[in-house]
């Protein structure tokens, strides 16, 4: 009996050693975290599946108390192609598992889904939005969903800022935007928030990306889900702020073997509330200081309440000849009107008596028609290795009109003076790029151990931008030729690109760099070129990563980067908005470079820390400059090199269920050293803003939302300007089986988004600035999912809700035994 039970002990001891732990992350093809990544582990020799896993927040999983054996581990996320992978386990410790997903060109079929992505992740110092999951972000615009990312700010005239830093790259499934920052504006405001997959935030983008956006690059990912058969979504949204809004949407696709199809159309109607103020005084001239009756004041109020009508529409097709040859078509038209009839009232003071007023109608028109086009061919030499090859072709048309009519009214009594004039700038814009990839995964053994990309690219944009300019006269039209300009412009940007990323546990490195060569050659109206640029640069790209332990991971980032003035900051034709504001560009500005160094830590396996530096050379800003009197410039200007610094701290709140949260700090510095007005103006501030997202998972298929994000006042090229926030709410409920999707939202509740600064100049002036819109609105969303489902993989009896995950948690999920 004794010899029985310690040959049992021992069984057992043994069969406890043999019991291991099976570690792992999932990251997508930026090395992001893949939450809500199904995990299957399959015993090769009866290929029966032993358990499941679903990544956490952060992408990582978990297997506890494998036997010893040999295992098959199979990763798979929709929209991604899925891989496997062998592993045997002995008594020894198992290697922590490492798994890149890159975006399926093929329809995932009969893959269970059992988790789901978070809606915002942030890990190294970028972040992801992703739009399917939040009933609060399909409610709103491209543009707001921008002012919602943390560390992100667009201002008044629609550019685009990451924690300070201007020169951000806005690109649309991976392209670049081509157009104005006003142009982007509109675009972004006509693009519903259903239509969008997810926004990623990229403080170092790879190789294969241009390397314009000295600030960053944030990416729109549009649908295109592809499943077996035909599947879809409609939505409906109306909201109520100033005035009324509404959108509509259909996100359609039918999938076969051979064939993908995916049509996206929208139409976005939008009733704008926009008023700005401004406010200057200064003293005249032999006053003595302090002695306010003599001081002269200009109070101008501009209510320009915009009507824009958006058209969307975007066809994919996707043909897969073989199981190594697929083709891709694309295209994609933007359809947009912005009517506006609206006042500017300035008023003229000398103390406390009002000298003049002025009364402005403005009845402006923008139209804009976008289309683009192209395709791509892709060539599998093997699993490992491929070839794609692309043309990509766009072409814009917009019109700008203006039709100011000015009443002149003097204290003195005399008659009032009209003036009316008007102006217009069409423009068209033509591009075309050509691009060729290779892509080999790296193995070492059966594993993939690394990535090696290299490819080719060429870009051609070709534009012309007119100004047509006349005043009333005697009742009729006469043109103005001084305001008269035709400026055109060619841009042409050859791109060469090679990167390797090598995991060798504990250490991750990627290098890369990318050779841009740049022609650029504009001219306006009787002046020969009054643009030529020629230069060749080099954008290097790199990362080292190390794993101190299973607690603490080290990585260090270096990359430059590039912005290229617009068009429009290059045009030298004058604008007037009024008698006494113009806005000109400027064909003397050159490219602004930047040297950016991050080092990231993270703790726990889901606090991220963050460190920057930004060396800028020749930053360009958007700059008002002012003179003694009431007349002022809008204009771009390189000022003086600039230092940078800044640092983020993210993480969620882990170990509850119910609950999906990301938190974020981040600080930064700003500065802005150059001459005005003959003077040299140097000015630092320093800025802190915190951004806080929350789901929270309610009984009855209810769920609430929660965003918020605020930023201390700072400063941004000569403007200081005070502090903003938003406060985002709303409550959904899913019906039918999921398949109706009904919420209520609440933006800006406490209308915090307002902006306010002060013009800074080397005069002797209050200078003052308040500009205001329809932010704070109340939304129906109405969403209807059609379609079938995936085939399900589990048994029928387990459970197929997908829970939310507390942040830093993944979830096992055991195979339930035969009886």
Known sequence: MRYIISILFLLITFNTIAQQRIKGKVTDEHDLPLPGTTITLK???????????????????????????????????????????????????????????????????????KGKKQAITLSAGNATMNVEQSSLAQSQSAYDLLKSLPGVNVNKDGEVLIKGKSGVTVMIDGEPVEISGAQLKNLLKGTPGTTLQSIQVMNNPPANMDAAGTGGVINLVFKKKIKKGVNGTISSNVSKGYYYKTNQSLNMTYGTPKWNLNLLYSFDFEHNHNRDSMFRSQNLDNTPA?????????????????????????????????????????????????????????????????????????????????????????????????????????????????????????????????????????????????????????????????????????????????????????????????????????????????????????????????????????????????????????????????????????????????????????????????????????????????????????????????????????????????????????????????????????????????????????????????NLENKNLKEQASSFGVFSYNAFKLPANFSLELSVWYQSGGLYSNFRFKPMSEVNFGINKKILNDKINIGVSLSDALYGGVFKGDVLSNNAQVFKMDSRTDSRQIKLNVSFNFGRKPKAETPANESLESDRLPSGKGQQIEKPAKL
């Open 290 to 674: 302090g002695q306010t009756d003599k001081q002269f004041s200009m109070n101008q109020l501009q209510l320009n309440p915009e009507k824009s009508n958006a058209h969307l529409a975007k066809i994919g097709i996707d043909h897969y000849f073989d199981d190594k040859n697929s083709l891709n078509l694309n295209l994609s038209f933007n359809d947009m009107r912005n009517p506006t009839d609206g006042r500017t009232v300035t008023r003229f003071s000398t103390g406390m008596v009002q000298d003049s007023l002025l009364n402005q109608r403005n009845i402006l028109l923008n139209t804009l028609r976008n289309l683009d086009y192209g395709l791509k061919f892709k060539h599998a030499f093997s699993d490992l290795k491929y070839l794609t090859a692309a043309a990509q072709f766009n072409n814009l048309k917009s019109n700008g009109s203006e039709d100011y009519t000015i009443l002149k009214t003097f204290n003195s009594g005399t008659t009032p003076s009209e003036l009316r004039y008007r102006n217009s700038y069409p423009s068209r814009i033509d591009r075309k790029i050509f691009r060729v990839d290779y892509v080999q995964e790296l193995t070492r053994g059966e594993k993939k151990s690394g990535r090696f990309e290299a490819g080719l690219k060429s870009s051609f944009t070709n534009l012309n931008n007119s100004q047509f300019s006349e005043n009333r006269v005697d009742q009729l039209w006469q043109p103005v030729p001084e305001r008269a300009n035709d400026f055109q412009y060619k841009e042409a940007i050859h791109a060469a690109y090679a990167d390797m990323n090598i995991a060798r546990e504990p250490w991750t490195f990627n290098a890369g760099f990318r050779l841009e060569h740049t022609n650029i050659s504009g001219k306006g109206q009787g002046n020969a070129n009054t643009v030529h640029q020629n230069y060749l640069s080099l954008f290097p790209n790199a990362l080292i990563g190390y794993k101190v332990s299973d607690n603490y991971n080290l990585s260090l980032t270096y990359n430059r980067r590039i912005e290229r003035p617009d068009y429009d900051k290059l045009n030298p034709a004058v604008r007037y908005l009024d008698l006494y504001t113009t806005q000109q560009g400027n064909p003397q500005l050159k490219a602004q470079f930047s040297n950016n160094i991050e080092l990231n830590q993270q703790f726990l396996s889901f606090i991220d820390l963050t460190l920057g530096y930004s060396s800028i050379k020749d930053p360009i800003y958007s700059t008002y400059v002012s003179s003694p009197g009431a007349s002022s410039s809008q204009t771009n200007i390189n000022t003086g090199h600039q230092q940078q610094w800044q640092a983020s701290l993210s993480f969620p709140v882990p170990g509850v269920d119910w609950w999906e949260n990301n938190q974020s700090l981040y600080f930064f510095t700003s500065q802005f050293n150059d």
């Open 43 to 113: 015993h090769t020799t009866d290929g029966k599946i032993r358990s499941h896993a679903i990544s956490d927040s952060l992408g990582a999983f978990e297997f506890r108390n494998i036997h010893a054996g040999s295992y098959h581990i199979g990763v798979a996320f929709i929209t991604y192609g899925s891989q496997t992978r062998q592993i045997t386990i002995g008594d020894g410790p198992v290697e922590v598992l490492l798994f890149k997903l890159l975006p399926s060109t093929q329809q995932l079929q009969e893959v269970t889904i």
